[in-house]
T-cell receptor, first 115, second 113 residues
Framework: DTGVSQNPRHKITKRGQNVTFRCDPI?????LYWYRQTLGQGPEFLTY????????KSRLLSDRFSAERPKGSFSTLEIQRTEQGDSAMYLC?????????????FGEGSRLTVL | SQQGEEDPQALSIQEGENATMNCSYK?????LQWYRQNSGRGLVHLIL?????REKHSGRLRVTLDTSKKSSSLLITASRAADTASYFC?????????????FGTGTRLTIIP
């Protein structure tokens, strides 16, 4: 499968614990995005990378959230000291910066439940 | 925050009928895209329309854009059960359409066999 891969698909954790999600983009894609989606809502932008550079971060990305893309390939999203309000689906997407179609390719998401 | 709002929030139609969803957005855009999301899955890109275009077709999909009204519509003709999904519009201000995308709240479409 050459699509965007996210792991784990589901994570249940207790409040206050740290969690980390991983995203493996399509191999030739230089852009990688993180979005968060709660039930019944559209995805909300968190951050995006071009290669290893983090180009933009949303105000939604509090200091408990950190995202990295150390070698411009896979990315991790870490949430420290989780809160119940962090429960959501975390979506990763990738693209080529100069793709004329503008299409983002999404993974299946990582669903986080904070108890 | 959500840039766009889709209307209606939910839509149920009989298989074979046409489905129309609308999207309104708040700020100027360069591109508008539509995505589909099956329950509990990731999003799939359907179509992109640029701000200088008024209408675009792809298979059974027809998208219109009215920048003066800051609105777009997605028409799915001859609907099928497999079209059951949530549909989101997404906007951005970049040149290629894949800078930061801001999504709407979505329309949940149910096709009744």
């Amino acid at each position: 499968d050459t699509g965007v891969s996210q792991n784990p698909r589901h994570k249940i954790t207790k409040r206050g614990q740290n969690v980390t999600f991983r995203c493996d983009p399509i191999s030739e894609h230089n852009r990688l995005y993180w979005y968060r989606q709660t039930l019944g809502q559209g995805p909300e932008f968190l951050t995006y990378f071009q290669n290893e550079a983090q180009l933009e971060k949303s105000r939604l990305l509090s200091d408990r959230f950190s995202a990295e893309r150390p070698k411009g390939s896979f990315s991790t999203l870490e949430i420290q000291r989780t809160e119940q309000g962090d429960s959501a689906m975390y979506l990763c997407a990738s693209s080529l910066a100069d793709m004329n179609t503008g299409e983002l390719f999404f993974g299946e998401g990582s669903r986080l439940t904070v108890l | 925050s959500q840039q766009g709002e889709e209307d209606p929030q939910a839509l149920s139609i009989q298989e074979g009928e046409n489905a129309t969803m609308n999207c309104s957005y708040k700020t100027s855009i360069n591109n508008l895209q539509w995505y589909r999301q099956n329950s509990g899955r990731g999003l799939v890109h359907l179509i992109l329309i640029r701000s200088n275009e008024r209408e675009k077709h792809s298979g059974r999909l027809r998208v219109t854009l009215d920048t003066s009204k800051k609105s777009s519509s997605l028409l799915i003709t001859a609907s099928r059960a497999a079209d059951t999904a949530s549909y989101f519009c997404a906007t951005d201000g970049g040149n290629f359409g894949n800078e930061k995308l801001t999504f709407g709240t979505g329309t949940r479409l149910t096709i009744i066999p």
